[in-house]
Antibody
């Protein structure tokens, strides 16, 4: 069974940092890109960024709203992806989801984690 | 960035009746190889989004055939032939023609009358 489990969310002060994890199981993690998508309370979905697989040089891409502050990485030996978030502000308060896109398939974001809540507040 | 615009933003449907959601993109989602990068997702209350339709009209595994997608270029439609109670939630269209960024529509909330 494909599973993605996010962790690491919590309360952080403005200007602070937080690192989220996305633990995967039930599929070949090394053959998938991992995307992060966030959702503020009562709002829509906002794509945050993605990291591709090794054959695609672990290429990363980010939304303009987080570029330069957020960094996505992965450890294929642990089947885990990470979202390092720095210089957080109140606009970053949201539930953060990770999702997969299996390389060379036409079905993006076909499985999602349950999400982890990040609250940026003083 | 490609802007995705959904209409309506909410709809209330009697069980057994059809429903339709429109999604328009600010640029064509058709590439030079003939593929169109338009997808539909449903986020049920309290759940993560789930993929319904990929590349305009292909149902994802396990998606009931009452769901169908159509359209081309910049205009797309998701139709539910006979709405059921379990279809309640927020529907999003999404594009990956131009990445980054992937962009989503604002969402359409479906409720049952």
């Amino acid at each position: 069974e494909v599973q993605l489990v996010e962790s690491g969310g919590g309360l952080v002060q403005p200007g602070g940092s937080l690192k989220l994890s996305c633990a995967a199981s039930g599929f070949t993690f090394s053959g998938s890109a991992i995307h992060w998508v966030r959702q503020a309370s009562g709002k829509g979905l906002e794509w945050v960024g993605r990291i591709r697989d090794k054959p695609n040089n672990y290429a990363t891409a980010y939304a303009a709203s987080v570029r330069g502050r957020f960094t996505i990485s992965r450890d294929d030996s642990k089947n885990t992806a990470y979202l390092q978030m720095n210089s957080l502000n109140t606009d970053d308060t949201a539930v953060y989801f990770c999702s997969r896109w299996v390389t060379d398939t036409p079905t993006p974001l076909d499985y999602w984690g349950q999400g982890t809540l990040v609250t940026v507040s003083s | 960035d490609i802007v995705m615009t959904q209409t309506p933003l909410s709809l209330s449907v009697t069980p057994g009746q059809p429903a339709s959601i429109s999604c328009k993109s600010s640029q064509s989602l058709l590439d030079s190889y003939g593929r169109t990068y338009l997808y539909w997702y449903l986020q049920k209350p309290g759940q993560s989004p789930q993929l319904l339709i990929y590349e305009v009209s292909n149902r994802f595994s396990g998606v009931p055939d009452r769901f169908s997608g159509s359209g081309s270029g910049t205009d797309f439609t998701l139709k539910i032939s006979r709405v059921e109670a379990e279809d309640v939630g927020v529907y999003y269209c999404m594009q990956s023609m131009q990445l980054p960024p992937i962009t989503f529509g604002q969402g359409t909330r479906l409720e049952i009358k």
